[in-house]
Every structure is written in C-alpha cells, then in structure tokens.
C-alpha cells in the first residue's frame, strides 16, 4: 500500500528514526512530498546496513529484489556509490551503476561536495576509476572551493597509484592544462616524485612552465622549483625547454628565488649543475640581493653553528660545500695560463729541418 509523507505522521516519525533514507525522501524541507511504501524503505535499510558492513553479497541481493541505488545513511549522507567507490569494491560499484545509480551524486557531507569519481582518485581505487570513466563520469568536475578535477586529485593523493589513474583519466579527455589558479598538474606530479606521471602529462601537452600558486599566500612555485629532489624529473623538464629562470617563492618567509637558488639552499649538487648546464645564471641574485652561492654559504653557517653545539656533523654540510664549490667555479673560472713568447727551434734546443719538403715522403 503507498503511502505518502504528508498524509501519514507516523510514517514520517519513522522515517525520521531510520538511520537509512532513500534519495527522494526529504526530511528537511518537505516541500516535495514522495509515495514510498513501507517495502522500499525495509529495503533500502537492508541495503545500507549491507554496504556499510561490506556485505557485498547482501546488497547485491537487496538491489536485485528492488532496494533504491540511490540510498543515503541520512538526508545529508553518502550515497552508497560513495561508500562502494571508497572502499575499491568493484562487484557493488558494477550492481549499483547497473540499478542506475546517480554516478554524478554530490556528497554533502565530505569535504568538497565530492562525485564518486572524485572519492575514487582520493582513494588511489584504479578499478573504481574505470568502471567509472566506462559508465561516461564526468572527468571535468569540480571538487570544492578549490576546483580540482578528479586528475589532480590523484597525482596528490596518492603518488604510487596515480600512474593507472593519471593515464586512464587522460585517455578519457581528461585536461592536462592548467584552468584554476589554485591548482597545477605538473608542479603537483613534481613535488610527488613521480617521473611517470610528469611524462605522461608533458606527452599530453602540459606547459613544463606551469606554477603553482597557494591561497591566501603570495607563494608561487614553478615546476622546476617542485622538482629540485629529483634529478631524473629536472632532465626531463629541462629536455621540454622548462624555464630556469623563473622566480618563485617556497613561502612567504623565503625571498624570491630563481630554481637555482632553492637547489643551492638545500645543497643539491647534482641539481645545481643540472641547473648550470642548462644556463642557469650563476651570479642570478633573489630578491634579498644573494647569489646562489651566498644562499649556500649562509645556510652552511647556520648547520655548522647548530653542529658544534650538537656535536654532529651532518651531511648537509658535505652537499653544500660541493654545492659552493660548484658555484664558485662557475662564478669564477680559473683564469687560462698566459702564453709564454714564441721560442725559436735553434733557442729551444732542437735542430732546425732544413731538408728539402720534396724529399720527405721519398
């Protein structure tokens, strides 16, 4: 027997007791009232109660005897494609697509007002992912105040699932470019360590120049300035022509730096002459009027005061003298050796040749 939410208080007072609520059943406004029968909300709560303890079998049998895809714990709660994407639960995510459920849900509860996809990428859940991408989910959506797009959000949360991710939200005409200025591809798949991820977006057209601007902050940081710990990243970059002098900035309590200066701060040797040998210029100065030698040496001075008061020495210390020195060479070359005056053959002792040219090869 229907029965309807406006007619029937007892049945409102026990749906408002029901930790489990179909999707069309609005308890804060009651502006649409719906038909439901008492049927479709035991077998709605048989499916939430199934999902949430990973009853996979369970759930599989409610949506096939006719429980709403649609379920939500509560009028503000996930719907279970959210739990099913959450959890990498292939089997539920196919049955729950299949009963038509909303693969463009917004969770209203999480952070961001994610979509499925966007819970998927968070959760590295690869599977998910295609299943998702299969079903046409929207590869442009956009997640919170921030506007990333389910690509970011996998090349930042988790580094060594996003390879699969990166490359089956690529194939399915996932943007490589930059479109927000809170949020940037490469400068994120940098900062991961992640050479795959940088290669497959700069084979999809991604600027190697692009930045990365925090908010709130006057923070920008270039890919290069990303990439400082990974050398194998940096050739790759600087094989894409990437821009070694850029000025970026860490924090705001950092002055502004070219690449060259960060990499010297840190006492990266194998960086600074990556840098070098792409024309980085050595006697560049930031924004505190420093080289990237003085930055070097400033910093040596701070880990040697800090190393005889511990007692330790560190290896920084090591880096950054070979990273002073490297500077210094190329700040300073070695002046070539003058050229002596030109010494006759008789004056340097050896005889002079004076037999005919037309009798040497006989």
Same mark, same amino acid.
């Given at each position: 027997m229907a029965l309807t939410v406006t007619a029937r208080p007892s049945l409102y007072d026990e749906?408002?007791?029901?930790?489990?609520?179909?999707?069309?059943?609005?308890?804060?406004?009651?502006?649409?009232?719906?038909?439901i029968d008492q049927e479709t909300i035991r077998k709605s709560q048989t499916l939430g109660q199934a999902v949430l303890a990973g009853d996979t079998t369970k759930a599989i049998v409610a949506l096939k005897h006719g429980a709403c895809p649609n379920t939500r714990t509560n009028p503000y709660a996930d719907y279970m494609l959210h739990y099913a994407a959450e959890k990498g639960n292939d089997l539920l995510t196919t049955e729950l697509i299949a009963a038509r459920a909303?693969?463009?849900?917004?969770?209203y509860v999480r952070n961001g007002h994610p979509t499925p996809l966007h819970t998927a990428c968070i959760h590295g859940k690869a599977s998910v992912v295609l299943l998702l991408l299969r079903h046409k989910a929207n590869v442009s959506a956009r997640y919170g105040s921030s506007g990333k797009r389910p690509l970011e959000l996998a090349l930042e949360s988790h580094p060594d699932q996003s390879p699969a991710l990166c490359r089956a939200l690529l194939s399915r005409g996932a943007s490589a470019y930059?479109?927000?200025y809170l949020s940037s591809?490469?400068?994120?798949?940098?900062?991961?360590?992640?050479?795959?991820?940088?290669? /497959?977006?700069? !084979? @999809?057209?991604?600027?190697?120049?692009?930045?990365?601007?925090?908010?709130?902050?006057? +923070?920008?940081?270039?890919s290069l300035a990303k990439a400082i710990f990974f050398p194998d990243i940096m050739r790759l970059l600087l094989e894409r022509k990437a821009n070694v002098s850029t000025i970026t900035q860490i924090t705001k309590y950092f002055p502004f730096d070219q690449a060259l200066?960060?990499?010297?701060?840190?006492?990266?040797?194998?960086?600074?002459?990556?840098? /070098?040998?792409? !024309? @980085?210029?050595?006697a560049a100065t930031n924004s505190h009027n420093q080289t990237p030698a003085? +930055?070097?040496?400033?910093?040596?001075n701070t880990e040697?005061?800090?190393?005889?008061?511990?007692?330790?020495?560190p290896q920084i210390l090591d880096q950054l003298r070979d990273t002073v020195r490297i500077l210094e060479t190329r700040t300073n070359p070695l002046p070539h050796a003058p050229a002596?005056?030109?010494?006759?053959?008789?004056?340097?002792?050896?005889?002079?040749?004076t037999a005919d040219p037309k009798e040497k090869n006989v």
């Amino acid at each position: 027997m229907a029965l309807t939410v406006t007619a029937r208080p007892s049945l409102y007072d026990e749906l408002a007791r029901s930790p489990f609520l179909p999707s069309n059943v609005n308890l804060r406004t009651m502006q649409h009232p719906e038909t439901i029968d008492q049927e479709t909300i035991r077998k709605s709560q048989t499916l939430g109660q199934a999902v949430l303890a990973g009853d996979t079998t369970k759930a599989i049998v409610a949506l096939k005897h006719g429980a709403c895809p649609n379920t939500r714990t509560n009028p503000y709660a996930d719907y279970m494609l959210h739990y099913a994407a959450e959890k990498g639960n292939d089997l539920l995510t196919t049955e729950l697509i299949a009963a038509r459920a909303d693969i463009e849900a917004r969770s209203y509860v999480r952070n961001g007002h994610p979509t499925p996809l966007h819970t998927a990428c968070i959760h590295g859940k690869a599977s998910v992912v295609l299943l998702l991408l299969r079903h046409k989910a929207n590869v442009s959506a956009r997640y919170g105040s921030s506007g990333k797009r389910p690509l970011e959000l996998a090349l930042e949360s988790h580094p060594d699932q996003s390879p699969a991710l990166c490359r089956a939200l690529l194939s399915r005409g996932a943007s490589a470019y930059k479109q927000n200025y809170l949020s940037s591809l490469v400068p994120s798949a940098c900062k991961s360590g992640a050479r795959e991820n940088v290669q /497959l977006l700069l !084979n @999809a057209k991604a600027d190697p120049n692009e930045y990365l601007t925090s908010k709130g902050k006057l +923070v920008q940081i270039d890919s290069l300035a990303k990439a400082i710990f990974f050398p194998d990243i940096m050739r790759l970059l600087l094989e894409r022509k990437a821009n070694v002098s850029t000025i970026t900035q860490i924090t705001k309590y950092f002055p502004f730096d070219q690449a060259l200066h960060h990499a010297a701060y840190y006492g990266l040797p194998q960086s600074v002459q990556l840098l /070098l040998n792409a !024309n @980085a210029d050595p006697a560049a100065t930031n924004s505190h009027n420093q080289t990237p030698a003085d +930055v070097a040496k400033a910093r040596f001075n701070t880990e040697w005061t800090a190393s005889r008061k511990s007692g330790e020495n560190p290896q920084i210390l090591d880096q950054l003298r070979d990273t002073v020195r490297i500077l210094e060479t190329r700040t300073n070359p070695l002046p070539h050796a003058p050229a002596g005056p030109k010494v006759s053959p008789k004056e340097n002792g050896a005889e002079e040749n004076t037999a005919d040219p037309k009798e040497k090869n006989v």
